[in-house]
């Protein structure tokens, strides 16, 4: 059992319903789609490795740094025009 907040449980319910399928379905979807810190990590040495055999190019850790930055900008402004196309209430 996992407790969460009623709005966050509706807010799932409603997605599960949307897509046809379980809340339990949808959690299950949602923990096969979600990486834990080490398989990130992993991941990223992979990329570094292709980047490098392929391309060579050596990927710095401050290219890294502020590739995460962006991508966080991008996410915030993706996110906040939503918002603003939600219709109230």
């Not at 996992?2 to 046809?20: F, H, K, T, W």
């Not at 949602?30 to 055999?53: K, P, S, V």
């Not at 392929?54 to 850790?61: I, L, P, Q, Y």
């Amino acid at each position: 059992m996992i407790r969460v907040p009623a709005e966050v449980r509706d807010q799932l319910a409603a997605v599960a319903e949307g897509r046809g399928i379980s809340l339990r379905a949808l959690m299950q979807e949602i923990a096969a789609q979600t990486l834990t810190l080490e398989q990130i990590r992993a991941r990223a040495d992979r990329t570094r490795a292709l980047l490098a055999e392929r391309f060579g190019h050596d990927v710095t850790d401050e290219e890294s740094a502020e590739m995460r930055r962006r991508m966080r900008e991008a996410t915030a402004a993706h996110r906040a025009a939503l918002a603003g196309t939600e219709s109230p209430g």
